[in-house]
């Protein structure tokens, strides 16, 4: 049965679990801010990785370090990278806009 995790202020969409199952990442909005966040598959240690006008659609790197998400600012949607203690936050070139971004599993 589904069981609710997340009790803070706002609200939370689009979880994706980490590729080692300890950590979900999320999008979280809430006076004004669409947030990025992670936390643990119990609910516990929620964390904001980063917060502003428009942020959403998290998922993780195939070593589980890292989320890309997207960003709308300056007209359109670009992606960023951010670790999971919410440093080294890193815009990703790309040759024009974009947003959904996903990461295929690591290959061995």
């Not at 502003?52 to 992606?79: C, D, I, K, Q, W």
């Amino acid at each position: 049965a589904a069981q609710r995790i997340s009790f803070g202020e706002g609200s939370y969409s689009t979880p994706v679990w980490s590729p080692r199952g300890d950590y979900i990442a999320f999008t979280k909005q809430g006076g004004g801010q669409f947030s990025i966040g992670i936390m643990k598959p119990d609910g516990s240690g929620e964390r904001i990785l980063t917060s502003g006008f428009h942020n959403e659609g998290p998922t993780f790197a195939p070593n589980g370090r890292v989320v890309m998400f997207f960003r709308e600012a300056g007209g359109g949607p670009s992606l960023y990278t951010v670790d999971i203690s919410g440093r080294n936050e890193q815009k990703v070139p790309t040759p024009g806009f974009a947003s959904d971004p996903a990461w295929s599993p690591l290959l061995s």
